[in-house]
């Protein structure tokens, strides 16, 4: 026969492997809890910190989401960056767009906290930027001024730019006489993609003979310290063209 309230006493050992293993499920819970929050605050922290460098950097305003996990945010370390910057002036330039995506890089964290993006590792960068045609034909007449023969002068081409060909047409005044021009041709990267220049494709077939004409350069560009960039292509659009900016190199 069991002694009275004998079941209290076998019941408190079990009470007490309860606790026992109910601390370490709540410490866990919280310690998962507190890693959800920093995995949400801190990819955005860090986006709002790159969209006020680039504000305070060229001036607009930028959208930008920031993947990677908070441990490695934390050391300026991340998976993605993407960006997306709408229609912009920027070195006299009307731009449509740009698009950026920067892979598997990091940044010091100190310089970007103050408005500097300082590289440590350069990962993969790619930067779309849309450029509508009136801005290239700024870029194509400042270029073609400096091309012109000596003694020749005119005034900047007319521009219309498709999906098959880049055409400048106008009229150059050369020993008193002028002289009207017509040229198809199309933009290409040289010199290791640092310059973008215009290049006829056909100079038997018009009356104004020019070499490639450089029309766009990256230091006139936006950079950042540490990161070799390039322009890897350029496609044509109707009114438009879209350049490929990359690095490294």
């Given amino acids: 026969m069991k002694p009275k309230g004998a079941h ?8 007490r492997r309860r606790r026992r293993l109910a601390a370490p499920l709540v410490l866990l819970t919280i310690v998962l809890l507190c890693a959800a929050g920093l995995q949400i605050y801190v990819p955005r922290a860090a986006a709002g910190a790159i969209a006020s460098a680039v504000r ?14 908070f441990w490695q945010l934390a050391q300026g370390d991340f998976q993605n960056v993407s960006m997306r910057i ?21 940044v010091d964290l100190g310089a970007l906290v103050v408005g500097q993006v300082r590289v440590l590792r350069s990962g993969n960068f790619r930067l779309n930027l849309v450029m509508n045609q009136q801005a ?13 023969p000596a003694g020749a002068s005119g005034s900047p081409p007319a521009i219309a730019v498709t ?8 009229s150059v005044t050369f020993l008193d006489l002028p002289v009207r021009y017509r040229i198809d041709g199309d933009l290409v990267p040289l010199e290791g993609g640092q310059v ?5 494709r056909d100079l038997n077939n018009s009356v104004l003979h020019l ?12 950079t950042i310290p ?6 890897a292509g350029v496609r044509l659009m109707r009114g438009a063209l879209a350049i490929t900016v990359a690095g490294p190199a």
Avoid: C
């Avoid at 290239?136 to 012109?148: N, P, T």
């Avoid at 070499?211 to 936006?222: G, I, S, T, Y």
């Fill in 86 to 106: 709408g229609a912009t002036d920027f070195q006299g330039y009307r731009l449509q767009s740009a698009d950026l995506s920067w892979q598997d890089g990091q």
């Fill in 56 to 69: 305070q950097n060229i001036g607009t305003r930028a959208s930008v989401q920031v993947q990677g996990y």
């Fill in 163 to 170: 999906p098959k060909a880049i055409t400048l047409s106008g």
């Fill in 196 to 200: 973008v220049a215009f290049k006829a």
């Fill in 226 to 231: 540490g990161l070799p960039l390039h322009v």
């Fill in 136 to 148: 290239l034909r700024q870029a194509v007449a400042e270029a073609m001024r400096q091309a012109l």
């Fill in 8 to 15: 209290r006493l076998t019941g408190t050992p079990r009470r």
């Fill in 211 to 222: 070499a490639a004409v450089p029309v766009l350069r990256m230091r006139d560009m936006p």
